[in-house]
């Protein structure tokens, strides 16, 4: 079992900068690949970023790619998205999930793959 809170969101001008952090419970953090999705207003759930078990893999949504970074921190149970030159179109709730699949390209990218959720944090950025 794996519980998750994310932290960080609020409120950003366009252009601006937030880091999101996820912290994990439990001892087997680093047996899980991780990943950020988020869920704006009336659309369907998103992936942004995902990372294997073993930090040899991270992939981005092309429309992040070159603004996001995903980084963990297994000695701290902890995942981080820096989130740079923000946009409107990131404005949405960003969820940190976990999941025990191989950590694979296939994996890592989608939703249903993953076991654990956290709460969520809102992100806004405004234009």
């Known amino acids: 079992q794996v519980q998750l809170v994310e932290s960080g969101g609020g409120l950003v001008q366009a252009g601006g900068s937030l880091r999101l952090s996820c912290a994990a419970s439990?001892?087997?953090?680093?047996?899980?690949?991780m990943g950020w999705f988020r869920q704006a207003p009336g659309k369907e759930r998103e992936f942004v970023a995902g990372?294997?078990?073993?930090?040899?893999?991270?992939v981005y949504a092309d429309s992040v790619k070159g603004r996001f970074t995903f980084s963990r921190d297994n000695a701290q149970n902890t995942v981080y998205l820096q989130m740079n030159s923000l946009k409107p179109e990131d404005t949405a709730v960003y969820f940190c999930?976990?999941?025990?699949?191989?950590?694979?390209?296939?994996?890592?990218?989608?939703?249903?793959?993953?076991?654990?959720w956290g709460q969520g944090t809102q992100v806004t950025v405004s234009s």
């Open positions: 990372m294997s078990r073993n930090a040899d893999l991270t």
């Open positions: 439990g001892r087997t953090f680093r047996s899980y690949n």
């Open positions: 999930a976990a999941g025990s699949r191989p950590g694979t390209y296939y994996y890592v990218r989608r939703q249903y793959e993953y076991d654990y």
